[in-house]
Structure formats: C-alpha cells, structure tokens
C-alpha cells in the first residue's frame, strides 16, 4: 500500500478540458509515497460526424479514428508530463471506444485504484442526453472515484 494507506494507482482520465485539468492538479497532489498515476485518454469510437466529413474531404472513416487516437494521445502525453516535471511516477496511455466503459475497465484492471476525474468535459450536449462519463464512472466503478469541479 502507499504511504497514505488507500490506494496504490491514481487512473486520471484527460479529455483536454479544463475539469480535466483540474483532475490532473488534483492527483498531483495526491500522489506521493510511490503512488503512481496513470493518465488515461479516450479516443471515442462513434459514427462518422457529418461536421467530420465536411471538413476532410474524402478521408476514411479509418484515417478519421486513426487521427482521434492520435489526438487523445497527444492530451495524455501533455497531462502525463505535468505530473512528471512535478516529480510524480506517472505514464500515459490511449484506450479507444466508449469512454466511460474504458475508464472503469482500466480500474477494474489496476490494484487498489483511485480515479480522479472532472466533472464535465468535452462532449457538450450529447453529455446531457445520454449522461455524463464521470456520472457512468461513479456508478459502476470499483473502486472510489474523485470527481473535480
């Protein structure tokens, strides 16, 4: 166990909002005692938005998935840094499909995990009709579950 005695991994999901940011600040405080964080990015996996279309001209649906990973990649690379110039063990990583399903998947994967998440992020108004991802991580987490304003 940590120094703190309750959990040994810190799982931050990052969508590149700023509750997410808050989340990562706030696992750094966190973390300590050999604790170490893991940054977790979501590549969404959902159908082709027109908008997409529209602005690629001809790219495949394939070229579009290939560039979200790459993107969700980048906002782990960047929060896992954050944590590390502070000092802190902490590791990027990219998961692909629905982000609340990858989120409390890669808990129930971890020994003895606390996920720190933002209340809000990036999903604008399909977060209000279908639920929001920290709403979904809570309920069906094993694990506790920080939720940052």
């Not at 964080?37 to 690629?56: G, H, K, Q, W």
């Not at 399903?101 to 971890?110: K, S, W």
């Not at 009709?129 to 094993?142: E, F, L, T």
Request: hydrophobic share 40%; proline share 3%.
């Amino acid at each position: 166990m940590s120094q703190q005695g309750f959990y040994k991994t810190i799982l931050v999901p990052v969508d590149g909002s700023e509750t997410a940011g808050r989340a990562v600040n706030a696992a750094r405080e966190l973390a300590g005692g050999g604790v170490e964080v893991i940054v977790l990015s979501v590549a969404v996996d959902r159908d082709v938005m027109p908008s997409e279309l529209m602005a690629t001209g001809h790219i495949s649906r394939k070229d579009i998935q290939d560039d979200r990973r790459q993107q969700a990649a980048g906002v782990a690379q960047e929060a896992a840094k954050i944590l590390q110039d502070a000092g802190i063990t902490a590791k990027d990583e990219v998961a692909t499909g629905d982000p609340a399903h990858c989120i409390i998947e890669r808990a129930r994967e971890l020994d003895t995990p606390l996920v720190v998440i933002g209340r809000r992020g990036l999903t604008g108004f399909r977060e209000l009709i279908m639920g929001s991802v920290s709403n979904k991580v809570v309920h069906y987490a094993d694990c506790p579950v920080l939720v940052i304003n």
